[in-house]
């Protein structure tokens, strides 16, 4: 752990201090979690019955209201039948963290029931390339239409009023005509990454185009550079630390989209493994992937974060961010 | 200029990504008859009944290349109405609604009709829909259970403006119903029966099995694969057969079940109650569903009914032409 921490610069000197943060910011939420969910006094809403007694339609496992338990135990008393059993529960929409650990591990462990079908990491396999592509189609396009739009102002007004409008429209809606035209397989499926990261994309890079030094453009102006060395030799260079900061954001961004992408078409990747699961109520499989795409989301940052750090030695932000 | 190489290299292979979808759609349409049937299918235990014969190899058998490909519903019937399907799992009322917006299909083969899968849940107390009077019954409007629900108010006497409907989406409903108001739901499987645990002491007061057909389950095919792929579809029917007689067969039942359940990802005995709600039909069966009546026995009778159903409650502006959508050559061989 602690060479870990180091190679990304959390375990030295001052950083020390960083290294401890971060073990807290996620046990923080870790420990309210387990307390929700081992601490009965806290909230506990509901009661597992663990032996029917006299009430006719309780069954053992079953989630009752407590002041439904409450009463039935009372009518039952009242009755001299025999009382019910149970012992104080969570709903079912909030698996222990046990619970969640189980599925995790078994999730990786046991091969799918269904003979041809894909293991777990195979369907998280998918759901990366889905957003990787989705993510470089939008770059291709949206990096350098954001620099340019952030360098000339011409294009910044002839373009950013539609994206302006365009990135408030709902990404999934246009499911169905992306299934028209890329057939039912990742086509449909990328598109809507692309739709849900490119608006965003394009208005975040030109604003931080914007933000170069105008003093720096001026001077290279002045001294006769136009065009496309304008573009590579100034803009590019004054901006590149800050690209790619926004980039790292924005790819952040595209995994947000992956759970409505993935329900276009085929049911495929990891969002077919969550709905399969949610609509029987298996929450403790549903949060085990939540996790695992947390993981994957967090890790993958973090990677990029050490990257920049190596990438442009003199930025500062790159430190801190 | 380093990185130069590498960002061509991924261009290229994003555009060949891109374009292969649209180029292997070409090759398609040139060489039809060659390409296999494409099937959509979602998790409904009449059509995931399919599992048994992909996971057997029958198709192979039968001489006949089908692709199946697992959707959610609603997206299956998507990609079918743009033309991406052959064939699709849909029930007989959706196939007119997917139909008005364009989306024109036969139906040829009925696999099931719902036999207490789709169930009208209500809270204790309420022992019969008549006590349902004036009270708020919670379903997602336009959908299978908001008719199951609004044809079991009429028998028993009441009107649908006799109950209030809340608008929910199916997959909430069980959440839904533990709000105080609301006194009933309309719900399928395997929602109902999380309802069921939601609620204690909540019951099913009336289901799909009081209503025999009134909520078909059929494959339904492009009008044009219809009539040029005929041969091939009697096949696909023929498998079906197998499919039916291999569920029923108590010697076989147990894997069968297996083979449903892990498609679906339960075990085979949370998996059983929802394959009891399903009355299967084979082809046998299929030729009184296709004679025409006017009644819910018939699939005729049963879709005019969701089709006034469809026109009363606004899912379309005006009735669809039943017959263009059922094809009974195949049942009848005609």
């Known amino acids: ?40 006094f806290i909230w506990h809403p509901k009661v597992l019955v663990e032996a029917a007694g006299g009430v006719d339609y ?21 009755q001299g039948l025999a009382l019910p059993q149970g012992r104080p529960a969570n709903p079912i929409y909030l698996p222990a963290p046990h619970e969640v650990a189980r599925a995790f591990y078994t999730a990786f462990t046991t091969a799918p029931e269904q003979r041809g079908a894909p293991w777990l990491h195979e369907s998280l396999w998918h759901s990366i390339q889905i957003i990787f ?6 770059s291709i396009v949206g990096v350098p239409l954001g620099i340019l739009a952030g360098t000339y102002a011409t294009l910044a007004r002839l373009t950013e009023p539609f994206i302006e409008f365009f990135r408030y429209l709902p990404a999934p809606a246009f499911g169905a ?10 086509g449909p ?10 608006f965003q994309q394009v208005l975040i890079i030109a604003n931080t185009t914007r933000k170069l030094d105008a003093t720096i453009i001026e001077a290279a102006r002045t001294l006769g550079t136009r065009g496309a060395r304008l573009i590579t030799r100034v803009v590019l260079p ?15 961004w595209a995994w947000t989209y992956l759970i409505v992408a993935e329900l276009i078409g085929t049911s495929s990747g990891i969002t077919f493994f969550i709905t399969q699961q949610a609509r029987y109520q298996h929450f403790d499989n549903v949060y085990a992937a939540i996790i695992i795409i947390g993981i994957i989301g967090f890790g993958s940052d973090l990677l990029l974060a050490a990257l920049g750090r190596k990438l442009f030695p003199w930025d500062l932000a790159q430190k801190r961010g | 200029m380093l990185t130069h190489k590498p960002i061509l290299v991924t261009l290229k292979r994003a555009l060949v990504r891109l374009l292969a979808p649209a180029i292997l759609a070409a090759g398609a349409l040139s ?10 299918y979602s998790d409904w235990p009449g059509w995931v009944a399919w599992q048994v014969a992909l996971d057997k190899g029958w198709f192979k058998e039968a001489g006949v290349d089908v692709k199946f490909e697992w959707f959610d519903y609603s997206a299956s019937l998507d990609a079918f109405a743009a033309g991406k399907l052959d064939v699709v799992g849909v029930t007989n009322g959706d196939a007119l609604v997917t139909g008005s917006g364009g989306g024109k299909s036969r139906i040829f083969l009925v696999t099931d009709y719902s036999a207490g899968n789709d169930q009208i849940i209500a809270k204790p107390g309420i022992k019969s829909i008549k006590d349902l009077k004036g009270k708020k019954i919670a379903v997602e409007e336009g959908l299978v259970d908001h008719l199951l629900v609004v044809t079991a108010l009429k028998k028993a006497g009441l009107k649908a403006s006799d109950v209030k409907f809340v608008n ?34 909540a019951k099913a007061i009336y289901t799909s099995a009081d209503e025999p057909g009134l909520i078909y389950d059929t494959f339904a095919a492009q009008p044009g694969v219809a009539k040029a792929r005929k041969e091939e579809l009697k096949k696909f029917i023929k498998v079906w057969d197998r499919v039916v007689a291999y569920i029923k067969d108590p010697a076989t039942r147990p894997d069968a079940l297996k083979i449903m359940a892990a498609r679906s990802g339960v075990s085979p005995q949370e998996y059983e109650v929802f394959v009891n709600g399903t009355h299967l039909l084979n082809s046998e069966d299929a030729k009184k569903v296709f004679t025409k009546g006017p009644g819910l026995d018939s699939l005729y009778g049963s879709t005019e009914n969701v089709n006034k159903f469809n026109v009363a409650n606004k899912v379309y502006p005006k009735a669809e032409n039943v017959d263009a959508y059922l094809d009974p050559s195949f049942a009848l061989g005609k």
């Open chain 1, 58 to 78: 309780f069954q053992t496992g079953m989630l009752v209201d407590k002041a439904e338990f409450a009463d039935q135990a009372a009518q039952m008393r009242e």
């Open chain 2, 31 to 40: 060489a039809q008859a060659a390409a296999p049937l494409k099937v959509g």
């Open chain 1, 238 to 252: 004054g901006i590149l630390p800050d690209l790619y900061r926004d980039q790292r954001i924005l790819l952040g």
């Open chain 2, 168 to 201: 929910a989406k199916t997959n909430e409903l069980p959440q839904v119903f533990t709000a105080p108001d609301i006194a009933a739901i309309g719900v399928w499987q395997p929602i109902a029966s999380e309802a069921i645990k939601a609620v204690p002491g």
């Open chain 1, 189 to 198: 499926k990328i598109a809507i990454i692309v739709i849900g990261t490119f």
């Open chain 1, 177 to 186: 005509l992306a299934v028209a035209i890329l057939g039912i397989y990742d």
């Open chain 1, 133 to 138: 592509w989705g993510f470089v189609l939008s």
């Open chain 1, 1 to 40: 752990m602690n060479a870990f921490l180091k190679r990304f610069g959390l375990g030295t000197g001052l950083q020390g201090n960083r290294h401890l943060m971060l073990l807290a910011s996620f046990l923080l939420p870790i420990l309210i979690w387990a307390a929700v969910s081992y601490l009965p």
